[in-house]
T-cell receptor, first 115, second 115 residues
Framework: GDSVTQMEGPVTLSEEAFLTINCTYT??????LFWYVQYPGEGLQLLLK?????DKGSNKGFEATYRKETTSFHLEKGSVQVSDSAVYFC??????????????FGRGTQLTVWP | EAQVTQNPRYLITVTGKKLTVTCSQN?????MSWYRQDPGLGLRQIYY???????DKGDVPEGYKVSRKEKRNFPLILESPSPNQTSLYFC??????????????FGPGTRLTVL
């Protein structure tokens, strides 16, 4: 079935460091891919998404490119800030049959950024 | 303000005592869903609803019930809670559930402890 494998955390970085969080997926057809972020004590909110191959989602300095050939959707940011400390979830949304519209999440990656 | 609300935010109860967690959205969304979040497991879908009076099981439905009598509300019912249902619960909604490109909007979460 559809699934997401996400880089295990936690990840600890200094401010202004480069961030990569790896995400790969397994799915039939052409899913949409998402990164959600969860700040401490809050619910999840959409960070970015890409709905077809080679699309690049971007928001708040974060980017991720939908790579069908490698079934990946890695999250990157060139210079992290303390305020980026959160848990990041990669997710896919199925587009056929019983998976239609359902979100499948990775296990989450805790990011801590130190000043 | 467009939002998903959940009540209560925190709940401590005892084994076997029926409880209901309410979820309401004010965005006229058709699709609503419940997830549970457990350490190291990410988010797993419990139940979802494509529209009023239409509900279906997610990946971990055992021990839970839902109903969708109105478009805006989607309560989660635990008829006989057990300690393994201690978790953080999120309600989410999206505009049209059968579109894989839809963004899901999450509530703030309900932390449930079953003693």
């Amino acid at each position: 079935g559809d699934s997401v494998t996400q880089m295990e955390g936690p990840v600890t970085l200094s401010e202004e460091a480069f961030l990569t969080i790896n995400c790969t997926y397994t799915a039939t057809g052409y899913p949409s891919l998402f990164w959600y972020v969860q700040y401490p004590g809050e619910g999840l909110q959409l960070l970015l998404k890409a709905t077809k191959a080679d699309d690049k989602g971007s928001n708040k300095g974060f980017e991720a490119t939908y790579r069908k050939e490698t079934t990946s959707f890695h999250l990157e940011k060139g210079s992290v800030q303390v305020s980026d400390s959160a848990v990041y979830f990669c997710a896919l949304s199925g587009n056929r049959g019983s998976t239609l519209g359902r979100l499948y999440f990775g296990r989450g990656t805790q990011l801590t950024v130190w000043p | 303000e467009a939002q998903v609300t959940q009540n209560p935010r925190y709940l401590i109860t005892v084994t076997g005592k029926k409880l209901t967690v309410t979820c309401s959205q004010n965005m006229n969304h058709e699709y609503m869903s419940w997830y549970r979040q457990d350490p190291g497991l990410g988010l797993r879908q419990i139940y979802y609803s494509m529209n009023v009076e239409v509900t279906d099981k997610g990946d971990v439905p055992e021990g839970y019930k839902v109903s969708r009598k109105e478009k805006r509300n989607f309560p989660l019912i635990l008829e006989s809670p057990s300690p393994n249902q201690t978790s953080l619960y999120f309600c989410a909604s999206s505009l049209v559930g059968f579109l894989s490109t839809d963004t899901q909007y999450f509530g703030p979460g309900t932390r449930l402890t079953v003693l």
